[in-house]
C-alpha cells in the first residue's frame, strides 16, 4: 500500500517562495509518475504539475516559470518548489501517485500579507 505524505505548507508573502515534499512509502516509487495538484475553497480540484519516472516535468499554465517539479528516488521524494507567490496560489496542496492513484492528505498553503 503506497502512502504519501506532504509537508512544507505555510503562511508567505506575496512574492514569497515554499518547496512543498511528499514523502512515499512502499517500494517501486522511482518507476512511478508523481503530480502535485491544488484544491482552493470553493473550488475544484486542479492539476499543478507531473514529473514522470524519467525525471521530466510539465507544469499547468498558471504556475508555468514559477514552479519546479522534482524528484529523489533515493529518498522517495517528490518536490514543489513554488516562486513568486500570488494569493491565487491559497489553496491545500496535494500529492498524487499517478499510476497507483493514491493521495496524500494535503498541505495548507497560504498567500496573504
Known amino acids: 500500500q503506497v502512502q504519501l505524505v506532504e509537508s512544507g505548507g505555510g503562511l508567505v508573502q506575496p512574492g514569497g517562495s515554499l518547496t512543498l515534499s511528499c514523502a512515499a512509502s512502499g517500494s517501486g516509487f522511482s518507476r512511478n509518475n508523481m503530480g502535485w495538484y491544488r484544491q482552493a475553497p470553493g473550488k475544484q480540484r486542479e492539476w499543478v504539475a507531473t514529473?514522470?519516472?524519467?525525471?521530466?516535468?510539465y507544469y499547468a499554465e498558471f504556475v508555468k516559470g514559477r514552479c519546479t517539479i522534482s524528484r529523489d528516488n533515493a529518498k522517495n521524494t517528490v518536490y514543489l518548489q513554488m516562486n513568486s507567490l500570488k494569493p491565487e496560489d491559497t489553496a491545500v496542496y496535494y500529492c498524487k501517485n499517478i499510476n497507483m492513484g493514491s493521495w496524500g492528505q494535503g498541505t495548507q498553503v497560504i498567500v496573504s500579507s
Open positions: 514529473i514522470t519516472s524519467g525525471g521530466f516535468g
